[in-house]
């Protein structure tokens, strides 16, 4: 074990004894012990995730400068450059603090943790996120899950490099989210959208109910004879028309969102080609960043909607026409005309679909 981590017993008395805070329960500093150890022992092995989220708990339960400077190198180590430099920051202030027995006891560490801040803080980037123009108020903007206050937006704030992901909520509203890969030394700026909540839709009035006639004259009315050529209402063919409005608006609503998934889905390919191959500088043209691969995810699935959609609608749209045709005409005012009839079955059937056919007079 090196002089920066080593953390001895008679030096964590020492250091509680004269912390800024206030000492920790035993049992909270014995825990805290054993998270330190056993992170040290990870982060020395390369594990970093696993060590550094247990230096932090041993941080949390019981603070000592000497975890804070390990946990610094430790997400230095680890790639999380931001949040190395603000912790080295918070060692090197909590040194000052230190009487001078206190701050000789440190050894090497200040000027280790000086050395590594300076390394790092140009290479640490910047992503600052603002709203677009017009956003309801009471618009909530996150980034990794934290909510940012006003006064963050449009600020070129240090973040880890990697991908971040921003999301943007108005009162009422659907939730927006975007991914973000920023790199070391990079700076962006991203203006982000907001989609506002639907206003209620407000219902029709209900239409007047027609007037009835006086109970005399609904009799002569229902016992009047019938002109010829004009159908029975009873008899009219109602179930069989309201069937093809319903097959004809299905395989309209298909076609419709046919088109509109067809249209997301070409719109995900530009994405994937800018993303993919030698745009992002990757010898294999297959090769895509976490952008390219979330839209090629999402344009393979609405390419397969859109297929869908278009076979239900067309699916829809024929069963309509048919009806439609082989619909029963009104008899007219001639005798003796031969009835019509109709009968549908199925031709062929397979693995691929089916063939329907249909016979009669009309």
Partial sequence: ????FRRSAHLLVALASLSLAAPAAAQDAAAAEELFNRGLADMQAGRYESGCKMLAESEQLDPQPGTLFTLAMCESQWGRIATAVTQLGNYLAWVERMTPALRARQGDRPKAAREERDRLAPRVPRLSLSLQDGAPPGTVVKRDGSAMGPAALGVALPVNPGVHLVSTQAPGGPLWEQTVAIAEGETKALTLEVKEAMAPSIPAPPAPAPAQPPPAEAES?????????????AAAPGGRRALIYVA?????????AGGILGALALDKKSVVDEHCGSRIQASDEKACDATGNKAAQSGGTMALMSTLGFGVGLAGLGAAAVLYWTEPKPAGPATGAAPRWLRASVLQAGPTGAVLGAQGTF
């Fill in 1 to 4: 074990m090196t002089p920066w």
């Fill in 221 to 233: 009315q229902r016992d009047a004879p019938r002109p010829l050529g004009v159908p029975d209402e």
């Fill in 248 to 256: 004809g608006g299905v395989g309209a609503a298909g076609l419709v």
